[in-house]
C-alpha cells in the first residue's frame, strides 16, 4: 500500500470542493489521518529496533572474519607438531599454541562464531564450497569427503563456507571404463 502525501489526505472540504462544513464526518477523517500516522510511526519505530538489533548481533562480522585465518594458522601450527609430539612429550609451545587456540575458539563462540562440521556430511552449497571432487574414498556420492579450510557460522549466517572435497558417484567413471 503506498503512503499517503499531505495532499491525498486533504478531504474535500479542506480542498474548497464542497461547501459542507459537516463537523462529524471532518471528525471521521481527521481521526482516520490521526490512526494511520499512529500505525506508521509505529512501525518506523519497530523497523528501526530490528536494525539496532541486527547491527548489535553482527557487528563483529568483519572483525570475526578477519580472526579466522588466525585460527586457521594456529590449526596448522597444531597439526605440524603434533606429528613430532610423538617423540617429544610435554612441548611447551605445542601446548602454548593449543592453549591459544582454546581461547581463540572460546571467544568467538562467546560472541556467536561457530565453526560448521562438514565432514562426513551431505554437500550443502549454502555452507560449503567445493574445491574438487574425488572418487577415491569410502563415502557416499554427495558427501563431504575432506575439509580444506574449516567454515564459520555468525548466529544464523555464513561467515565463510568450508572448503570441502566431495565424494563423486562411482557409477560414472566405471561406464567411461567400458566405452
Known amino acids: 500500500m503506498a503512503t499517503n502525501t499531505m ?6 472540504v479542506a480542498a474548497g470542493e464542497s461547501n459542507d462544513n459537516d463537523p462529524a464526518s471532518e471528525i471521521v477523517s481527521l481521526r482516520d489521518r490521526l490512526m494511520r500516522a499512529l500505525a506508521e510511526t509505529e512501525n518506523t519505530r519497530r523497523q528501526g529496533e530490528r536494525r539496532v538489533q541486527d547491527a548489535n548481533r553482527y557487528a563483529v562480522a568483519n ?4 580472526l579466522l585465518p588466525v585460527v586457521d594458522n594456529l590449526r596448522r601450527a597444531i597439526d605440524a607438531g603434533s606429528a613430532g609430539a610423538e617423540t617429544q612429550k610435554g612441548d611447551g609451545l605445542i601446548e602454548g599454541v593449543v592453549a591459544t587456540d582454546r581461547i581463540l575458539t572460546q571467544i568467538l563462540n ?6 560448521i562440521n562438514a565432514l ?3 554437500f550443502d552449497p549454502k555452507k560449503h ?3 574438487m571432487e574425488t572418487d577415491q574414498t569410502e563415502q557416499p556420492p554427495g558427501s563431504v569427503a575432506q575439509v580444506l579450510e574449516n567454515g564459520y557460522m555468525l548466529h544464523d549466517r555464513l561467515l565463510r563456507p568450508a572448503r570441502v572435497v ?3 558417484s562411482q557409477q560414472p567413471s566405471s561406464q567411461a571404463a567400458e566405452q
Open 7 to 12: 495532499d491525498n489526505d486533504v478531504g474535500p
Open 63 to 66: 572483525f570475526a572474519r578477519e
Open 110 to 115: 562467546r560472541f556467536g562464531v561457530e565453526e
Open 120 to 122: 562426513n556430511e551431505p
Open 129 to 131: 564450497e567445493a574445491v
Open 166 to 168: 566431495v565424494a563423486k
